[in-house]
């Protein structure tokens, strides 16, 4: 099995930063792809950023340009720095791994709140 604890949340003010970190732990050699997904009060959990073992990266459009996904994989981290952050980016920050085992692996989440 693989495990996600997510860290680095808290409240920001807007146009503020937050990195966000999270440590992968058990199969590790069974994690391929990397991602943060976000979900707010009301709405469906949506893709933030990816990261391919390799390191490229993908982002949705509403980040481009704010946020920025990294992964080490001697470290076994993938962390999300977020600059510029507006209040719709409010939302639980998930650390998800894709796996070649049955299941993806999904962290417990950490809160992030942009409010003046």
């Given at each position: 099995q693989v495990q996600l604890v997510e860290s680095g949340g808290g409240l920001v003010q807007p146009?503020?930063?937050?990195?966000l970190s999270c440590a992968a732990s058990g199969i590790i050699f069974s994690i391929t792809d990397m991602a943060w997904y976000r979900q707010a009060p009301g709405k469906q959990?949506?893709?933030v950023a990816s990261i391919?073992?390799?390191g490229s990266a993908a982002y949705a459009?509403?980040?481009k340009g704010r946020f920025a996904?990294?992964?080490d994989n001697t470290k076994n981290t993938v962390d999300l720095q977020m600059n510029s952050l507006k209040p719709e980016d409010t939302a639980v920050y998930y650390c998800y791994a894709l796996s070649t085992l049955r299941y993806?692996?999904?962290g417990?989440?950490?809160q992030v709140t942009v409010s003046a």
């Open positions: 146009g503020g930063s937050l990195r959990r949506e893709l391919l073992r390799g459009d509403s980040v996904i990294s992964r993806p692996a999904w417990q989440g950490t």
